[in-house]
């Protein structure tokens, strides 16, 4: 990566909503540059753009609780099938998009496991979601028995997100702050 893509992606992080002008008026990267290597890092899979609703106490007011939840399999449940899992399980694309903000795949002591947070209006409407709907999906399909480990711990406000988003520091108006220092933002 050299020193234009890292001007591009620094101006990029710091404002998404940037156009292809503005970047190279203030980066000095000629437009044309610009718009050429922004294209083609989005087609690489290397640039990822993001919008989020603010659902808690501070926003719309829908959720108000959030709670991890790591899923451990039994040893014999593999990543490729909890993937395969996700591509054909109907709740994946409909009820789960409701309730579960973030996921991920995990390994805990060699087992397969799953990093789910879910929010809720409550504690208690989280752990009815779990229970009720996601673990009776995950059973139906890799079995009864299958999970033999779920630890959980409720998540307070986030700190930082993606390397450069402290929401608390440098975060207004749904950006980075314009005066936050550019030298502050990581870019590998």
Known sequence: MNIQDKKII????????LSDNKIGNLTGVPIR??????????????LRYYAELKMGSKGTERFNAR??????????ISQNQIIDEVK???NVGTIFTEFIYESHLAEIEGHTALVLIIEGS?????????????????E???????????????IGKPIRLFHNY???VNMEKGKIKSDWDES?????
């Open 166 to 168: 402290l929401p608390m």
């Open 88 to 90: 054909v399980e109907p």
């Open 140 to 154: 139906k399909n890799h079995g009864r028995g299958s999970i033999i480990q779920i630890t959980t711990l409720r």
């Open 184 to 188: 502050a933002i990581f870019v590998a």
């Open 10 to 17: 620094r101006s990029l992080i710091k404002n998404p909503r």
């Open 122 to 138: 409550s504690d208690d409407e989280i752990n009815t979601s779990f229970n009720e709907i996601i673990i009776p999906s995950l």
């Open 67 to 76: 709670h991890m939840y790591l899923v451990k399999f039994r040893i014999g």
């Open 33 to 46: 540059t610009v718009n050429r290597k922004r294209k083609k890092m989005e087609e690489k899979g290397l």
